[in-house]
């Protein structure tokens, strides 16, 4: 886990403490329960992305105790998000990508090349190891959830690595030639995006945009999975919201009715054989 996750998880759980630390695990097998936890989140809604996150920690604190035995109750499987976020139509396209490329550092232009290429978080890029790439493939363990992923490596993003500096022990670098620190490079990349004239665009849509072009190219949900370390759920969650507002797989759905089309078209016209059906 990240130091910034572990800030932002200690940070819910001593909120959680104040509100919570005194309720008896017994409470927990009334299932009236779950109405109060949901209205301890509600009295947030203000902050709905914080009062989700809140939810979030609550609900791993009591599975964390359900895993050990200290009580039965069972976290719902289902429940809705105050923070309703519309990302569908935030995809990085092709000119979104050129025109970064035209203003940006070198090592600005890298780290876009390598996310787009493997659809990893920013925090496991920023710390990604030269020992990681063998010239073929980018092998690594994912700090979020601990899933080890092993990453073909294709000619563009190889066409990078092997023509990049090694001045340090991680791939992506600083322009003096230092592993990034995290808070740094989000400042520099939010002045690269406005520089070239992007707006709404985060680079955590890189990622989404990530997997949509593996969509694109005719790559299952599980084959898309094993390369960006998602689950098949989250695969299909994020296609859902990114993949409608392309056009590639529209044409080529449209390529393949052609196609289809010309060959009833030819069954149409075959001569058909007396006695055939004898």
């Not at 690595?161 to 991680?170: E, F, I, K, S």
């Not at 990622?207 to 094993?226: F, K, N, P, S």
Request: charged residues 30%; aromatic residues 6%.
């Amino acid at each position: 886990m990240e130091p910034r996750t572990q800030r932002d998880y200690l940070r819910q759980i001593a909120r959680i403490e104040i509100d919570f630390g005194d309720l008896p695990l017994a409470a927990l097998d009334d299932p009236r329960v779950t109405r109060d936890f949901l209205e301890w989140r509600d009295a947030m809604a203000n902050s709905p992305r914080q009062a989700d996150y809140a939810w979030m920690v609550l609900m791993r604190l009591v599975s964390w105790a359900r895993a050990r035995g200290l009580t039965t109750y069972r976290p719902p499987d289902r429940i809705e998000r105050l923070y309703q976020a519309d990302r569908s139509e935030k995809i990085w396209l092709d000119d979104h990508v050129a025109a970064f490329m035209d203003v940006a550092s070198e090592p600005l232009q890298h780290a876009l090349v390598v996310t787009l290429e493997t659809g990893q978080r920013q925090g496991d890029l920023l710390t990604l190891a030269w020992s990681a790439y063998d010239g073929t493939w980018i092998r690594l363990r994912q700090s979020k959830i601990g899933q080890r992923v092993n990453i073909p490596v294709t000619r563009r993003l190889r066409a990078v690595l092997d023509n990049a500096p090694r001045v340090a022990t991680t791939i992506l670098t600083d322009r003096r030639g230092r592993p990034w620190h995290p808070s740094t490079f989000r400042n520099v990349w939010r002045d690269a995006s406005h520089k070239a004239g992007i707006v709404g665009l985060t680079f955590h849509d890189l990622r989404g945009t990530a997997v949509t072009r593996l969509a694109e190219a005719g790559c299952t949900h599980a084959e898309i999975a094993v390369i960006t370390g998602h689950s098949l759920r989250d695969v299909g969650s994020i296609l859902d919201r990114y993949l409608a507002r392309t056009d590639k797989i529209a044409l080529a759905a449209i390529a393949k009715l052609e196609r289809g089309n010309r060959i009833d078209k030819m069954t149409d016209k075959m001569p058909i054989r007396a006695g055939a059906n004898r």
